[in-house]
């Protein structure tokens, strides 16, 4: 308290010496940050609420504060003088301190008749059960607003055939950020199976994935429209990348998109993929007719026209697996932090931990998307990790002969240094050459060429934040494979 009084009375101090329009935006942003204060301080006292087994009222509260926190930082947005980075920082730290209070099986989300045991308690458990709980968009039932027509019914019977591999896999990797991705979209409204649907055309749950119009991250977002919505570099990483941030910015384009075309499903899908402006044009033209009707539908590009059927069908299955015969894997998606003891890069990681069919790999590389697989992290590093990873990382990554294999096996798939010093001279007289193509990306170029990360390769060719690269460009491979 007496810390609070003293900050406040410097801050009233350097207010009374700046100009009246600065003032006001201080002023402003001070309202803002004590605005995120007291839901941090909320969210926390939630926690503390469900630690003494009351799940329903804590859970409530911490999602009102959730709730609260995030308009305060959309409004930092076009607030001058206030800084966003406080509320995203904020903002990840509390549903972190929700993901550890999970993973430690206290209980998050449990009623007091049920309540897991210790270890069993699953980041899910803070949500409702996936597919079940909010289906409402704007209002309406997304279950009456698909509509089963033969371009949806074809889709769902691709997706249950030659398709449903990648189905599946999206589901997986969903089920591990699910604790990232759902808290976005249920604060907004907006229905869980509309984010699956989204994630299992784009990208099948994988963060690092990149179309060749460049296109990136778990939701795809092109660079410009990602910066409309707050993605984009930000101290060396593309937050396209970032789970969180990237089910952030849908929420904003969808919100954006179903105000100008009237909470129309249909067209809003499609502007996701086809462009907003050319959904709005067609929206406009047609009137009363529907989406679905030939005249509309058939003025769509091919890509469009498969695309939201695709979607619609992906979410149609998420709400009615078994009316299909479709059977989701159980998947624990409760994640915890861990702290490297030794530097290791991921692949390296994923070898020593071993682990049931599909390994840990894609996890750790869903849930630490700011590090490229292949490069060592530094020891002290936090990770965020599946909760049956840090027994398994101390039983076999720290020490031991899986911890050495894994070493030395990945020094096997990296040049010697032998012969980094024999190719020194010849890198510094002429490095390679690389010209950038249409949908290429630091980071694509960066794991194709074997460099030690997008960072370091942008810094070797004098690019600066946002290290924007366009086709045609010529870029030095320095340090590369």
Known sequence: ???????????????????????????????LYEALAEASDDYREGLATIRRGEATPGREATRDAAARLLEAGRRCQDTRGCDGARFLAAYDA????????????????????????????????????????????????????????????????????WMRPSLITSWENYQQMRFLMWPEYEQAGLPEALLFGILAKESNGRVHAVSRAGAAGPMQFMPATGARFGLGWRDGFDTRYDPQLAARASVLYFNERFAELNNDLEFAVAAYNGG???????????????????????????????????VLAAAWLFLHPEEYGLEFPKVDGAATVMKLQAPASIYQLAICLGGPREGYFRALRNLNPRY?????????????????????????????????????????????????ATRAPAAAAGARSYRVRAGDTLSSISRRHDCRGATQLARANGLRPPFVIRAGQSLKLIGCG
């Not at 972190?96 to 210790?118: D, I, K, N, R, S």
């Not at 909010?134 to 607003?145: C, E, N, V």
């Open 1 to 31: 308290m007496r810390a609070s009084l003293l900050l406040s009375c410097f801050a009233v101090l350097l207010l009374a010496a700046a100009p009246a329009d600065a003032r006001r935006s201080s002023a402003n942003a001070q309202k």
């Open 94 to 161: 509390l549903v972190q301190e929700g993901a550890e209070l999970a993973a430690g099986g206290e209980g998050f989300g449990a009623t007091a008749e049920a309540a897991p045991a210790a270890g069993e308690a699953s980041i899910t458990s803070l949500m409702p059960e996936a597919g079940r709980s909010a289906t409402l968009l704007k209002g309406q039932d997304l279950r009456q607003l698909i509509e089963l027509n033969e371009p949806v019914k074809a889709a769902l019977a691709e997706w249950l055939t």
């Open 276 to 310: 907003e402006g050319r959904a709005l044009r067609l929206k406009r033209a047609a009137g009363d007719k529907s989406f679905w009707d030939p005249s509309v539908y058939g003025q769509l590009p091919p890509e469009t026209r498969d695309y939201v059927p695709y």
């Open 372 to 420: 490229e697989p292949h490069v060592a992290i530094a020891a002290g590093t936090e990770l965020r990790v599946p909760v049956a990873v840090p027994p398994r990382y101390q039983q076999s990554c720290v020490t031991g002969p899986r911890a050495e294999l894994a070493v030395a096996l990945m020094a096997a798939s990296k040049p010697t240094v032998a012969a980094t």
